[in-house]
């Protein structure tokens, strides 16, 4: 079964528009971490922002917002006011296993985003 | 602070050779991870090293393997070398087991052509 699960393989928004990206989980763990990145053409992946499986309060970075819904376990990426440079690829990622130490890491398929003029 | 640095950046093979990729992680990060990355396969997990031990490891056959040095400085090593291995090779590194926030910060990525 897929641990990370982003049903989105591609998606358009409008420059200035929000959009959000769709990301759900698979974990038993009681203490895991989720992470966005983004990888523009040039391959470097970059880190966006993190929510710890603790944190009460919705992550945010600037203009990226992460919506986490752990009952429902999905970590959206809500980017605000969409600008052409946002257009790469987005990974939502899980850290499971600090407690057992066995640290794994796992990433979703993608979702690929196309900012339009 | 400098971030993760990987060399070379590209490389072309051919079969049967073998290949060594290097990863500089951040400063004072311990824990460092390969991955590899295909248009096939997504991103996949090779393996993760801390204070020079391989602390865990994904589901790749043992002609790929990796040494961490006590700088922390990391290398990968491919022998055998497959058409298949054609990938984009990402190191990240992070101060997961340091008792601080675990976020990984990958480098650029090392391109693999094998012909």
């Known amino acids: 079964a897929q641990k990370i699960t982003q049903t989105q393989p591609g998606m358009f928004v409008q420059e200035k528009e929000a959009v959000t990206l769709d990301c759900t989980y698979d974990?038993?763990?009681?203490?895991?971490?989720l992470f966005w990145y983004k990888q523009p053409s040039s391959g470097e992946m970059i880190f966006l922002i993190y929510?710890?499986?603790?944190?009460?309060q919705n992550a945010t970075e600037g203009r990226y917002s992460l919506n986490f819904q752990k009952a429902r376990k999905s970590a959206n990426l809500v980017i605000s006011a969409s600008q052409l440079g946002d257009s790469a690829m987005y990974f939502c990622?899980?850290?499971?296993?600090?407690?057992?130490?066995?640290?794994?890491?796992?990433f979703g398929t993608g979702t690929r985003l196309k900012v339009l003029a | 602070k400098a971030g993760v640095t990987q060399t070379p950046r590209y490389l072309i093979k051919t079969r049967g050779q073998q290949v060594t990729l290097s990863c500089s992680p951040i400063?004072?990060?311990?824990?460092v991870s390969w991955y590899q990355q295909t248009p096939g396969q997504g991103l996949q997990f090779l393996f993760e090293y801390f204070s020079e031990t391989q602390r865990n490891k994904g589901n790749f056959p043992g002609r790929f393997s990796g040494r961490q040095f006590s700088n922390s400085r990391s290398e990968m090593n491919v022998s055998t070398l497959e058409l298949g291995d054609s990938a984009l090779y990402l190191c990240?590194?992070?101060?997961?087991?340091?008792?601080?926030?675990?976020?990984?910060?990958f480098g650029p990525g090392t391109r693999l052509t094998v012909l």
């Open positions: 990622a899980m850290r499971e296993g600090r407690i057992s130490g066995t640290y794994k890491y796992i």
């Open positions: 990240a590194s992070s101060t997961l087991g340091q008792g601080e926030t675990d976020t990984q910060y």
């Open positions: 929510q710890g499986s603790y944190d009460e």
């Open positions: 400063s004072g990060h311990r824990s």
């Open positions: 974990t038993s763990d009681q203490s895991y971490g």
